[in-house]
Nanobody
Framework: QVQLVESGGGLVQAGGSLRLSCAAS????????MGWFRQAPGKEREFVAA????????SYADSVKGRFTISRDNAKNTVYLQMNSLKRDDTAVYYC?????????????????????WGQGTQVTVSS
């Protein structure tokens, strides 16, 4: 059974940092694109970052470029999202996802409904 389990969310002050983790199990994701989406209350799920570790192709949403970094520990089959200089607008539930599509496709509006695997989400709240 394939599982993606997120952790690392919490409450942080604006300007602070958090690191989210997504532990994958049930299959090998080495050739898959893995990444992150987020959903704030009353808003649609939006793309944050994605990377394919076979092609090294990487994509970030404009709103997080220069502040967020996606990385991976292959030995642990875990993907990370390092979030720095957090803003109140970053408050959302963050979801990990995995799919065979390239990272550059993940920003398309129709993508969330097509991805193969999703985690259950972890809450990130940024206070002022």
């Amino acid at each position: 059974q394939v599982q993606l389990v997120e952790s690392g969310g919490g409450l942080v002050q604006a300007g602070g940092s958090l690191r989210l983790s997504c532990a994958a199990s049930g299959r090998t994701f080495s050739r898959y694109t893995m990444g992150w989406f987020r959903q704030a209350p009353g808003k649609e799920r939006e793309f944050v970052a994605a990377k394919n570790w076979s092609t090294y192709s990487t994509s970030y949403a404009d709103s997080v470029k220069g502040r967020f970094t996606i990385s991976r520990d292959n030995a642990k089959n875990t993907v990370y999202l390092q979030m720095n200089s957090l803003k109140r607008d970053d408050t959302a539930v963050y979801y990990c996802a995995a799919d065979s599509s390239p990272p550059t496709a993940w920003g398309r509006s129709e993508i969330p409904g097509t991805l193969d695997y999703w985690g259950q989400g972890t809450q990130v709240t940024v206070s002022s």
